[in-house]
């Protein structure tokens, strides 16, 4: 890290904080201007040092110069990480195609949309059992007959099942019917859930927080890497901003940021960004050629008569004309879909 002292820090100031880190086992090296002094400092830095050396006399600021997620990060693992589940691979030169309803309904619409998902190529069906939804009134999820459902179809198709987890104490009962659990944007922050998904033998999906940037969503991922899960799949799906004409607003720049800041697989959900099932093909499109590993697009056999999200839902036909498009793209990128 580096210290900047204020202009004109008196010398018994620049000692103490000199002190300080030598202290902490820093190894220093001076720059010392006509007008301000310069600390840089090489080692291990632990939150403490540097809050506490943000409070002492004559210093302007502390610059960090290695990221916080040490483990997230590109910093101290260079190479891409590849999420492996069985013979489906997440990131490399590989794209992934997560599709499938917003919410599990019925036995009937879950094998429609999983038989369009496997026709058209991709390899992972989506569906939630457990709902969040904004209002009590909504749709809440079929639960545990979802997860049932959902178990069902994946014997029925041979697709990878991820479904999302609202708390921790469905953990189990959750990995146990699906392959990959999700964390929903309004549990990205949610630390409890994050340390005990962390224990399990499951990859993560971990969805960007409506309002986190992107060093709260990495340093959310670290719980999961430091806690002993690094299989670990991040997910853009729309931020917060002024603009309403959509529902949430894609970050497109997210994806190649994400990829230079860490080395963990990066998705894009283009349906709950744009809340319009008109704006995802072109979202989907953008974000393979930004680099994404791939995307999650909610497809329902009926979408007017969906519990949930209808209007962002594609239509099978549209979805596998969807799916051509995106193999194209993927290719112009050195990849495989
Ligand atoms: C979902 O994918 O079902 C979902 C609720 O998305 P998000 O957490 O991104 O709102
Ligand atoms: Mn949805």
New binding site residues.
Partial sequence: MIVVMHRGASAPEIDAVCQRLSNAGFTLHLSQGVERTIIGAVGEKSRATVSGLEALPGVEKVVPILQPYKLAGRDFHQEDTVVNLGNVAIGGNQCQVFAGP?AVESWEQLLEAALVVKESGANILRG?AFK?RSSPYSFQGLEEQGLKLLAKAREATGLKIVT?VLDAANIERIGYYSDIL?V???NMQNFYLLRELAKVDRPVLL?RGMAATVEEWLMAAEYLVSGGNDRVILCE?GIRTFETATRNTLDLSAIPVVKQLSHLPVIV?PS?ATGKWQLVGPLARAAIAAGADGV?IEVHPHPAMALCDGPQSLTPQNFTALMAELRAVARVMGKQL
């Fill in positions: 917003c939630g969040p999302e999700q929903g944007a309004r969805k799906r959900d709950h999650m």
